[in-house]
């Protein structure tokens, strides 16, 4: 059988020495793990297009997409997820917009939350910054 390969997009939002995290809503996959907002491409949508749609849904903020600074491929049980990290900029204040937590976490907190394992080489990248 043949597991769906899915492109995600994320922003590595850092502000004051900070990064912008969301929480996965109850009943999505990873539900209650940390995690850079973003999401899934919708066909014939480049990264930074998703990313911007997707903060502003998510979000209800604008974004400057800045250069891509990690990518990893990562095998779940029933998918495979391809993970797209840029750095961003917010336009505008973010407000959850769909129920989720929102957080700003210090750099050296990043490796106290449970977040993603596809997450875990970006966070040990970061955390040595």
């Known amino acids: 059988m043949t597991v769906p390969h899915i492109v995600v997009t994320a922003a590595v939002i850092e502000r004051n020495g900070t990064f912008l995290l969301t ?13 850079f907002p973003g999401g899934k ?5 480049t990264h930074a297009e998703c990313l911007q749609r997707e903060i502003s849904e998510e979000l209800a903020a604008g974004l400057r997409v800045g250069r891509e600074i990690f990518t990893v491929k990562h095998p779940y ?7 797209h990290f840029f750095t961003c900029e917010l336009i505008g204040e973010p407000r959850p917009m769909i129920g ?3 957080r700003w976490v210090p750099r050296a907190e990043l490796k106290s939350l449970e977040l993603p394992p596809a997450d875990a080489d970006l966070i040990e990248m970061l955390s040595a910054s």
């Open 77 to 83: 049980s029933e998918r495979v997820v391809e993970l």
């Open 100 to 102: 989720q937590e929102m």
């Open 23 to 35: 929480r996965r809503l109850r009943g999505t996959h990873l539900a209650g793990s940390w995690e």
């Open 41 to 45: 491409c919708e066909p014939g949508e």
